[in-house]
C-alpha cells in the first residue's frame, strides 16, 4: 500500500457525460501529479500540482481539468467523454514535487466510456 | 523529446532464475533520475527501485539490481532468484524537468512471466 488513495475504483459511464475521479496523497506529500494509462499511448502524464498550485501541464484534453485543495486532496474532471478517453487513471505524489522525489501511485481508477 | 525505450515486450524466466530486463532513454537533463516500476495484475504502480544519474553505483534493492551505463544510456533491471510473485508488467522511467514540472517519461513495458 502506497498511502496513495484514488477513488473510484471503477467508474463506467456514457459518452458526452463528465466524470470526476478523486486522489488523497500521501501523508506529508504536497505535490500530486496526474497520469493516464491506455493500450496505445501508454503512461502519460496529464498535469501536476503543487500544493494547491499548477505547477505543469503534460498532454492533458481541454476538455479535462484538474485541481488540489487546501487539504491537499485532488480531483480530476473529465468532460464531454469520449470512447478514447477509457483508460486507466493514477494519481502519484511526492514530498516536494522535484526531481530528488520519488512519486508513489496510487491503485488507479479504471474508466471506461461506452 | 525525452524518450525510454524498452525493446522486449515480453520476458519469460523459470522460477528461481536471474532475468534482465532492457531500457534505454534519451534525455538532454545533466541531472536526472531512472526507475524501475512494477505493475501486476493488480495495477498498482509498484517502486522497485531508483537511481540517480550522478551515482556511479548501480543500485540494488534486494533481489533487484540495475546496472547503469550513463554514456551509453542504458538502464537495465536485474531481478535473481526470481519468484512467481514477480510476474508482472515492468515499466522504466526517467525524471523529466523540463518545463518546471518534475514528471515522469514511461517506456511501454515489458511483461515478465515466471515459470514454475
Known amino acids: 500500500d502506497s498511502g496513495v488513495t484514488q477513488t473510484p475504483k471503477h467508474l463506467i459511464t456514457a459518452t458526452g457525460q463528465r466524470v470526476t475521479l478523486r486522489c488523497s496523497p500521501r501523508?506529508?506529500?504536497?505535490?500530486v501529479y496526474w497520469y493516464q494509462q491506455s493500450l496505445d499511448q501508454g503512461l502519460q502524464f496529464l498535469i501536476q500540482y503543487y500544493n494547491g498550485e499548477e505547477r505543469a501541464k503534460g498532454n492533458i484534453l481541454e476538455r479535462f481539468s484538474a485541481q488540489q485543495f487546501p487539504d491537499l486532496h485532488s480531483e480530476l474532471n473529465l468532460s464531454s467523454l469520449e470512447l478514447g478517453d477509457s483508460a486507466l487513471y493514477f494519481c502519484?505524489?511526492?514530498?516536494?514535487?522535484?526531481?530528488?522525489?520519488?512519486?508513489?501511485f496510487g491503485p488507479g481508477t479504471r474508466l471506461t466510456v461506452l | 523529446a525525452q524518450t525510454v525505450t524498452q525493446s522486449q515486450p515480453e520476458m519469460s524466466v523459470q522460477e528461481a532464475e536471474t532475468v534482465t530486463l532492457s531500457c534505454t532513454y534519451d534525455?538532454?537533463?545533466?541531472?536526472?533520475?531512472l526507475f524501475w516500476y512494477k505493475q501486476p495484475p493488480s495495477r498498482q504502480m509498484i517502486l522497485v527501485i531508483r537511481?540517480?544519474?550522478?551515482?556511479?553505483q548501480n543500485a540494488t534493492e534486494n533481489r533487484f539490481s540495475v546496472n547503469f551505463q550513463k554514456a551509453a544510456k542504458s538502464f537495465s533491471l536485474k531481478i535473481s532468484d526470481s519468484q512467481l510473485g514477480d510476474a508482472a508488467m515492468y515499466f522504466c522511467?526517467?525524471?523529466?524537468?523540463?518545463?518546471?514540472?518534475?514528471?515522469?517519461?514511461f517506456g511501454k513495458g515489458t511483461k515478465l512471466t515466471v515459470n514454475p
Open positions: 534525455t538532454s537533463e545533466s541531472d536526472y533520475y
Open positions: 537511481q540517480e544519474a550522478y551515482k556511479q
Open positions: 501523508s506529508g506529500d504536497l505535490s
Open positions: 522511467a526517467c525524471s523529466d524537468s523540463r518545463g518546471g514540472s518534475e514528471k515522469l517519461v
Open positions: 502519484a505524489s511526492s514530498v516536494e514535487g522535484i526531481s530528488t522525489d520519488t512519486q508513489y
